[in-house]
């Protein structure tokens, strides 16, 4: 039996669906997966949008975010990973996924 406490109602603003229910909905943040499909057995495919938690703290063998940079170059990017990358900063943990079909 679902619980209503349990659920996220499907809401729409301006032609975006998104999950009413949340909190710290003013801090989540959202990014778009890239094309590594490194995450397929999460649900995560190409262009997955991520909704990503900066107040969850860091759990290894979940979908956290870092922050870091490309080898040999100085430019940040954003990183999913399992496990913390050397040299980079967790900013926060996903919670959701949201993969479109067309």
Do not use: A, H, W
């Given at each position: 039996m679902i619980r209503q406490y349990d659920t996220h109602p499907l809401i729409?603003?301006?032609?975006?669906?998104?999950?009413?229910?949340?909190?710290?909905?003013?801090?989540m943040f959202c990014v778009i997966a890239n094309g590594d499909n490194n995450f397929l057995e999460y649900g995560i495919a190409e262009n997955s949008l991520l909704v990503v938690d900066p107040t969850k703290p860091y759990e290894q063998n979940k979908l956290n975010i870092f922050l870091?940079?490309?080898?040999?170059?100085?430019?940040?990017?954003?990183?999913?990973?399992?496990?913390?990358?050397e040299d980079s900063v967790?900013?926060?943990?996903?919670?959701?996924?949201?993969?479109?079909?067309?």
């Open positions: 729409c603003n301006e032609d975006i669906l998104g999950f009413g229910g949340f909190q710290n909905t003013d801090r870091t940079q490309r080898i040999g170059s100085k430019q940040d990017y954003i990183k999913l990973s399992l496990m913390q990358p967790f900013i926060g943990r996903v919670i959701m996924s949201v993969s479109q079909f067309s």
